[in-house]
């Protein structure tokens, strides 16, 4: 059974810092890109940033610069370090893993929600 686990949202100030992280099971952990994902209400879902199995990064352009993504393999997990954040970063956050040969996410997390107050 494939679980992703997100922990690590909250509620902080406009120009805090919080830490995501997800941790997997039931995959090859190493063979998946990551994703986290957030979703705020009235919007759609959209993409924050990736990592691929190689390490290679992407980011929306609303997060580069205070984004930062990075996995640990041996610990099946993958991390959202979030900097400077602002109000607009307010959304639930979903941790996600894409196998190579998909075009999408197959396995989604349940989500954490982050509240940035100005």
């Known amino acids: 059974q494939v679980q992703l686990v997100e922990s690590g949202g909250g509620s902080v100030q406009a120009g805090g810092s919080l830490r995501l992280s997800c941790v997997a099971s039931?995959?090859?952990?190493?063979?998946?890109?990551m994703g986290w994902y957030r979703q705020s209400p009235g919007k759609q879902r959209e993409l924050v940033a990736r990592?691929?199995?190689?390490?290679?990064?992407s980011y929306a352009d609303s997060v580069k610069g205070r984004f930062t993504i990075s996995r640990d393999d041996a610990k099946n997990t993958v991390y959202l370090q979030m900097n400077s954040l602002k109000p607009e970063d307010t959304a639930v956050y979903y941790c996600?893993?894409?196998?190579?040969?998909?075009?999408?996410?197959?396995?989604w997390g349940q989500g954490t929600q982050v509240t940035v107050s100005s």
């Open positions: 039931g995959i090859a952990f190493n063979r998946f890109r």
């Open positions: 990592i691929t199995e190689t390490g290679s990064t």
């Open positions: 996600a893993a894409q196998s190579p040969l998909t075009s999408r996410p197959e396995y």
